[in-house]
């Protein structure tokens, strides 16, 4: 990094410090107390700050990498990046998808681009343990959007302010990007501008202070910072959390934050330090381990057992880190959980009616994917005529299901609750209810035969 450039990061984040530290202790508590009402109302205010619906698109000249040199000979990563001229694209040819490339000094930015990975397999991108990777100049006239990638092994010298995997002097967007194994005071993102970071998970750094820094202003929006080593975000400025998961991370805070947070949607977090109900979900966040599931980082994939999944609000993101597609309940967080439980439930063909009660005796099996347990409801109907006329027989009822990947039976007995059954055809409708987020709904109707006494 440029001695001027290493300079003005450690007098920021010297002025910082002393900002804090100064601060009358009755004035830290009003600031902590407008922090927690902040957490705690439904539509905090933080004016200013608003969700972009597109990220920047550069429209100007695409520069293709053609290998995965990390030196400056032609065709490679930081070769591209100095050719760039304002607004323009540099991408990756179709072979180098998934491959890493280990850079020999950081990628200095010094124009506003989009660096964009395949949306397939992405592009990693490592400092080796030696340096920080991108560092994008001060004073550029619009933010530069990194894509599709992975970042990793990036590192600033230990008592250097700093992001291993992103030093930014102007705007920056980060849009399905892991910034992983970073090692610094600030070890992931140090952040001058506006950061805007949108289905990026920020994991498994490790750092003297919290994972990413940003001193103007943080949008997140379905983005999963968690199990970094020494706390999550600390925020100068005005910050909006939309549907994003900050949580699980190490021993310092979540959020360190003096300013107000603005709300969006729904968040999700182990402890209140970045807000609390209704606005963000406390408690067990149930992700898994980073690991590679598809698309072009790794990422956090949510168990089933995740109360982040449908748990999302007034969502605006169509695809998930991986680029695949969002349902309407979207979740929290930069994954969006597909594997749902699915049940298949079936009823006997011939149901029997109690002679003594003419209560219908409905039966049949119930089979899952994977373990859950749930009410199913069964409501048998039987339409009879008499001469002209026509009535309706009917009982509904409900019971409590555990179900395993192994067929097992179910049984009710129903009372009528208008007309009495007789021998002849009905339908049985089976429903699940209070199912957990992570299943499939069911509704199965299904033609049987009644008949009185028993076979």
Known sequence: MPYAATARIAKR?????????????????????????????????????????????????????????????????????????DGGVIRFAPEL??????????????????????????????GDFQWHIFDIQDSLPSATTLRNLELVNGVVGFGTPGGGGVIAHSDV??????????????????????ATLINTTISGNLSDGMAAFVDDQLVLVNSTIAHNSNGGISLA????????????????????????????GR??????????????????????SLRYNGGPARTHALTHVSPAINAGKDCSVKTDERNVA????????????????????????????????????????????????FDLTVEVKQEQRVGRATGVAQAAGQLVV??????????????????????????????????????????VSTPVKLFWGHK
């Open 13 to 85: 984040a010297t002025n910082l410090a002393r900002e804090r530290r100064s601060l009358p202790g009755r004035a830290v508590l009003a600031l902590i107390a407008a922090g927690t009402l902040a957490a705690c109302a439904d539509e905090p205010s933080a004016p200013g700050v608003t969700v972009p619906t597109v990220p920047n698109l550069a429209v100007a000249d695409v520069i293709t990498v053609t290998n995965a040199s990390g030196g400056t000979e032609a065709g490679s990563l930081r070769w591209a990046v100095a050719q760039v001229t």
């Open 97 to 126: 998808a998934g491959d890493t490339i280990t850079i020999d000094a950081p990628v200095i930015v010094a124009h506003p681009v989009t660096i964009e990975g395949p949306a397939d397999k992405g592009v990693t991108i490592s």
């Open 173 to 194: 967007v980060l849009e399905n990007v892991t910034i992983a194994k970073q090692r610094g005071d600030y070890a992931a993102l140090f952040a001058f501008g506006k």
């Open 237 to 264: 400025h005005n910050t909006l959390i939309r549907n994003s998961i900050i949580a699980l991370n190490g021993a310092g805070p979540n959020c360190d934050r003096f300013f107000f947070i603005e709300y969006s």
């Open 267 to 288: 968040s999700l977090s182990n402890d209140a330090t970045c807000g609390d109900a209704p606005a963000v979900l406390v408690g067990g966040v149930k992700i898994d």
């Open 326 to 373: 969002r349902d309407a309940s979207c979740d929290i967080g930069a994954f969006e959980f597909t594997d749902f439980t699915t049940a298949t439930v079936t009823t006997n063909a011939s149901l029997s009616v109690d002679p003594s009660t003419g209560w219908v005796m409905a039966a049949g099996s119930v089979k899952c994917s994977r373990s859950e347990r």
């Open 402 to 443: 555990n179900c395993t990947t192994t067929a097992q039976p179910w049984g009710i007995a129903l009372a009528p609750v208008s007309g009495v059954f007789a021998n002849g055809s009905a339908v049985v409708k089976t429903q699940t209810e209070n199912s957990p987020a992570s299943m499939t709904p069911s509704t």
